[in-house]
T-cell receptor, first 113, second 114 residues
Framework: NAGVMQNPRHLVRRRGQEARLRCSPM?????VYWYRQLPEEGLKFMVY????????ESGMPKERFSAEFPKEGPSILRIQQVVRGDSAAYFC???????????FGPGTRLTVT | AQSVTQLGSHVSVSEGALVLLRCNYS??????LFWYVQYPNQGLQLLLK??????LVKGINGFEAEFKKSETSFHLTKPSAHMSDAAEYFC????????????FGQGTTLQVKP
């Protein structure tokens, strides 16, 4: 029974490029949360999605960041025109909903050079 | 604003000693409470959670936590530290009606000395 999968595990992008981070939920999970862990900071909520719907994007930066969770396939966090300040670990967590219990993936570590 | 405070960004204990990691939340309405552990370059693993019921919660790896409403606290303890417990620990809450998003404390790095 596979857990939450994220790929790539490490991603290096030059300033101005696009970054695409993927998250495949645990089997049976239909809720996806994305969190960001900046150096020397804690984990911060970014966005919460269910299949084909963004439920809560109150933690997403206003520009350059977007997320989707299509009917088929993984959830994708997309960062356009990356800047050095986007360098961080990005984690997705998935769950079944009302239990509030979330299972985390191993994270994608984004480095912007 | 809803927040979680972990007292002490670094805690150092000797192997075999008691582990106590502190967590306080700010809300008049008790949230759901969680402790997660993160090993270097890995994701977060759920140690234990409190939603309702018994206020003393037992988790994995010998950890437990007690919800104290009067103190708005959810401190994590383990009677005897093991070298493998060295990691970063995060307290997190979910507030009712808040779409289930976790609000994390700043984290506490636990060092275990031989």
């Amino acid at each position: 029974n596979a857990g939450v999968m994220q790929n790539p595990r490490h991603l290096v992008r030059r300033r101005g490029q696009e970054a695409r981070l993927r998250c495949s939920p645990m089997k049976g999970h239909s809720h996806v949360y994305w969190y960001r862990q900046l150096p020397e900071e804690g984990l911060k909520f970014m966005v919460y999605l269910q299949k084909e719907n963004i439920i809560d994007e109150s933690g997403m930066p206003k520009e350059r960041f977007s997320a989707e969770f299509p009917k088929e396939g993984p959830s994708i966090l997309r960062i356009q025109q990356v800047v050095r300040g986007d360098s961080a670990a990005y984690f997705c967590a998935t769950g079944e909903g009302l239990s509030y219990e979330q299972y985390f993936g191993p994270g994608t570590r984004l480095t912007v050079t | 604003a809803q927040s979680v405070t972990q007292l002490g960004s670094h805690v150092s204990v000797s192997e075999g000693a008691l582990v106590l990691l502190r967590c306080n939340y700010s809300s008049s309405v008790p949230p759901y409470l969680f402790w997660y552990v993160q090993y270097p370059n890995q994701g977060l693993q759920l140690l234990l959670k409190y939603t309702t019921g018994a206020t003393l919660v037992k988790g994995i790896n010998g950890f437990e936590a007690e919800f104290k409403k009067s103190e708005t606290s959810f401190h994590l303890t383990k009677p005897s530290a093991h070298m493998s417990d060295a990691a970063e620990y995060f307290c997190a809450v979910v507030y009712s009606g808040n779409t289930g998003k976790l609000i994390f404390g700043q984290g506490t790095t636990l060092q275990v000395k031989p």
